[in-house]
């Protein structure tokens, strides 16, 4: 991966997904950038759950603060938790509002039980110009650093 510009854009409600975004960083010296919701999602555990539910449901793309800009990058590492079996709204509106033609996307994600589900091939329906690369997928924040330098140095 060297001599490529990296940038690692995450979304994290409860921090996990951020400590995995960290790892990366300091393993390939990428760019970080927080994906963030204009509108804060509720602390509450089962308020968050319903307000994903019905982002999901109903196809919504939640605005950002910041959409980003992916153009001087080659590698994006994408992370996100998982809700309702895919990605969180915020990454879904990241990746709608950025052109990631002829780009790698490296996605990563943070779940409570349920595993990737379909966040990877969601990810390439969202971006389908973009060389999706093998998934990080790890429960809540338990990922290492090592296991995550061993899947980096298998891409």
């Known amino acids: ?51 994903g539910r019905k982002e999901k449901e109903n196809n919504i793309f939640p605005e950002l603060i910041n959409n980003g800009d992916v153009t001087n990058y080659n ?5 996100t938790p998982v809700w309702w079996y895919t ?33 990877y091939t969601d990810i390439q329906k969202l971006a389908p110009n973009a060389k999706i690369s093998a998934g990080f997928t790890s429960y809540e924040n338990s990922a290492t650093e090592n296991e995550i330098k061993k899947w980096i140095n298998t891409l």
């Open 1 to 51: 991966m060297e001599n490529k510009k990296i940038l690692i854009a995450y979304y994290s409600h409860s921090g996990n997904t951020r400590q995995s975004a960290e790892k990366i960083k300091s393993i390939t010296g990428g760019d970080l950038f927080e994906i963030m919701p204009e509108k804060p999602y509720p602390k509450d555990y089962n308020a968050v759950v319903e307000q």
């Open 75 to 79: 590698i994006i590492f994408i992370g």
């Open 87 to 119: 990605m969180a709204g915020p990454v879904k509106t990241f990746i709608k509002n950025n052109n990631f033609e002829g780009k790698t996307i490296i996605p990563f994600c943070t779940h409570g039980g349920g595993g990737a589900s379909s966040t």
